[in-house]
């Protein structure tokens, strides 16, 4: 590395400042939440802003792991984030790899899809479709419906027109059919691009309420987001603090933050371990090599 100069310096400084800024402006909030959830009763009514709990309590954490409707909401989001995810994986790696290869109607598929990423059908023709094929009030109508994500779906196309053609070329010499060098060199060589997709999809997933309230109307199927939603916004805590604590409960609010906490830090903990993939797949499938 070089002699900088000192406008160069000046420059990265104020580089550094301007993402330390960012940085605690997004950190912010999150130790604001934590802080809360572990705050006491005394804390929270004598402080107007808490920054950091002075007498830690586990009150609002012990009514979330208490409360069945929770766990259960914890289970269907896990579920319907891992077979989503799935799903979304298999029909998106499939239909693109599909879109790279020389077959008949190849142009018009790839249209619609540009199509359907520019013009969407709406919210009440995809309840009517829901609703007609039986998906309502299961599962299947969380993940179904959205299996295939336009943009995923050229940015997961676009990645394997990158792989060059000698490979899939020289299998075909050996031998090998569509789905044999679909399966043993292609994915293979896309873990990148799945990681980074799948990644997507998965925070998608975990992060979706609005199509459970739409398709749900069993509160034993809703998701964690649609349980938290009630908590914090609509204020249902399904079961009374009271019922549960002797002495005094802890604040509703704790109990809202402690539920922000507990649904967060899922996603939280699966990032990392895909974060060098997710980097590189999103690199690649971006730029025609």
Request: net charge neutral; proline share 6%; glycine share 4%.
């Given at each position: ?49 808490i ?17 069945d ?5 914890i289970?269907?989001?896990?579920y ?53 094929t ?57 873990k ?19 199509h ?14 649609v ?13 009374n ?31 990392p ?11 690649l ?5």
């Amino acid at each position: 590395m070089g002699h900088q100069t000192r406008s160069e310096k000046i420059f990265d400084i104020a580089n550094y400042v301007l993402l330390a800024v960012i940085a605690f402006i997004m950190f912010f909030p999150l130790l604001y939440v934590f802080s809360v959830s572990f705050s006491s009763m005394h804390d929270f009514i004598t402080k107007d802003f808490i920054l950091w709990p002075e007498n830690w309590e586990t009150k609002a954490y012990q009514y979330i792991f208490g409360n069945d409707q929770f766990i259960r909401s914890i289970f269907v989001s896990i579920y319907v984030t891992i077979v989503g995810t799935f799903i979304n994986l298999f029909f998106t790696s499939t239909m693109a790899y599909g879109l790279t290869r020389n077959a008949q109607g190849q142009k018009f598929i790839l249209m619609a899809v540009v199509f359907s990423l520019i013009f969407q059908a709406g919210m009440i023709p995809t309840y009517l479709i829901v609703n007609n094929t039986g998906l309502m009030d299961t599962t299947w109508a969380l993940m179904l419906p959205i299996a295939i994500a336009p943009f995923n779906l050229i940015v997961m196309r676009q990645f394997f027109m990158n792989i060059p053609n000698e490979l899939t070329e020289s299998a075909h010499v050996d031998g090998a059919n569509e789905l044999q060098i679909f399966w043993k060199i292609i994915l293979p060589l896309s873990k990148p691009a799945l990681a980074a997709i799948g990644l997507f999809y998965a925070v998608n997933h975990w992060n979706n309420y609005f199509h459970a309230m739409l398709y749900i109307t069993d509160p034993a199927k809703w998701p964690i987001q649609v349980v938290l939603r009630q908590m914090v916004i609509t204020q249902d805590m399904t079961i009374n603090p009271e019922e549960i604590f002797q002495g005094a409960p802890p604040p509703p609010e704790t109990i809202q933050m402690a539920a922000i906490i507990v649904a967060t830090i899922p996603i939280l903990i699966v990032y990392p371990f895909l974060q060098k993939h997710f980097a590189k797949g999103v690199m690649l499938g971006a730029v025609k090599g």
